[in-house]
């Protein structure tokens, strides 16, 4: 009883952790894509920055690199570069091409 119970831990623990980091990045990036044109450039670099250091906590390092790269081409106003760094870092996401997992019914 107590084995499945820990390896239950162990799977909730791991769920939490890539809610916490890809799910989140991914629901950032979105949101952040869909309303650029009215944020200001830094909050959108600061944003960026944000993105890529979950992305880099969940494991994914190219994204991370890309979306760190996007934020330096907002701090150096190549709007041109960041919208094709941020494509890039967009396809290369993971959880853009991870099925959504199926939703449970119960709740304890």
């Known amino acids: 009883m107590e084995i499945s119970r820990k390896k239950l831990r ?3 623990l791991k769920r939490i952790k890539y809610v916490k980091t890809c799910v ?7 949101l952040v ?5 009215v944020l200001e ?3 959108v670099r600061d944003i960026c920055l944000y993105i890529s250091n979950l992305c880099r906590e969940g494991g994914c390092s190219e994204p991370s690199e890309l979306c760190q790269k996007a934020a330096d081409a907002i701090g150096s106003k190549d709007e041109k570069k960041y919208l094709e760094l941020c494509a890039q870092s967009c396809v290369k996401c993971g959880e853009a091409k991870r099925p959504r997992p199926k939703k449970e019914s119960y709740v304890a």
């Open 41 to 43: 450039p830094k909050d």
């Open 24 to 30: 989140m990045a991914r629901e950032l990036c979105l």
């Open 10 to 12: 162990s799977e909730v």
């Open 33 to 37: 894509r869909t309303n650029r044109a």
